[in-house]
């Protein structure tokens, strides 16, 4: 099936002038820089805040909708999994949302996330300065819809391979801490022994 034929697509809210951006009220805005194939829609930090357009209402975000930066050259799709009523999507985010039973979002952007797909998504893209993916030929992109049975078992997988991806990122963190940490304390051991023997100014040790 076609994607224009399970899912509903539009843009997101389309600002007429520069974003106005706030400190407080509003309503939040998911930008092209939060959405993530590895990390879904970042949350980290909280969404930027802009003054509420007259009828921001209609374009609020559902949880299950999916969010695809369709300008520049990273194409990448996450899932809105928020309940929020207060969010938004920015001019150059596509929204999609399923329209039946046939495909659940989550597949859908396992796949649209897929190295093959982005490649097939690469070849319809259009501008030059700036690449851009034209909502059409986007829409006319041929998806594989299996049973909801396998759908769900590819999200389940899925799910658990991005866990993993973020264990390891974060016990590759915690080795780096520990390596730097390690040096640097035999660093400041090797200062303080030879410290008796240097004379002049000397810079203060620190820990």
């Known amino acids: 099936m076609r994607l224009g034929e399970l899912v509903e697509m539009r843009t997101g809210y389309p600002f007429r002038k520069r974003i106005p951006f706030v400190e407080k009220g509003g309503c939040r805005l998911v930008q092209m820089g939060d959405v993530s194939a590895t990390k879904g829609l970042i949350w980290d930090g909280g969404l930027a805040r802009v003054e509420a357009p007259g009828d921001w209402q209609k374009h609020v975000l559902h949880c299950g909708d999916l969010l695809f930066v369709a300008r520049g050259v990273r194409n990448e799709t996450a899932t809105f999994g928020g309940e929020a009523a207060d969010v938004i999507a920015a001019p150059h985010l596509f ?32 501008g030059s300065a700036v690449p851009f993916v034209p909502m059409a030929a986007l829409a006319g992109l041929e998806v594989p819809v299996p049973s909801m049975e396998v759908q769900n078992t590819i999200v389940c997988v899925d799910r658990l391979k991005l866990r993993e991806q973020e264990l390891l990122e974060a016990i590759r963190a915690r080795r780096r801490e520990l390596v730097d940490g390690t040096m640097r304390e035999a660093v400041l051991r090797v ?12 810079w203060p040790v620190t820990r």
């Open 95 to 126: 929204v999609m949302r399923c329209k039946g039973q046939a495909a659940s979002g989550e597949y859908l952007g396992w796949y649209l996330n897929l190295p093959g797909t982005r490649e097939l998504i690469t070849k319809v893209r259009g």
């Open 191 to 202: 200062v303080a022994s030879n410290q008796s023997s240097v004379t002049g100014d000397r």
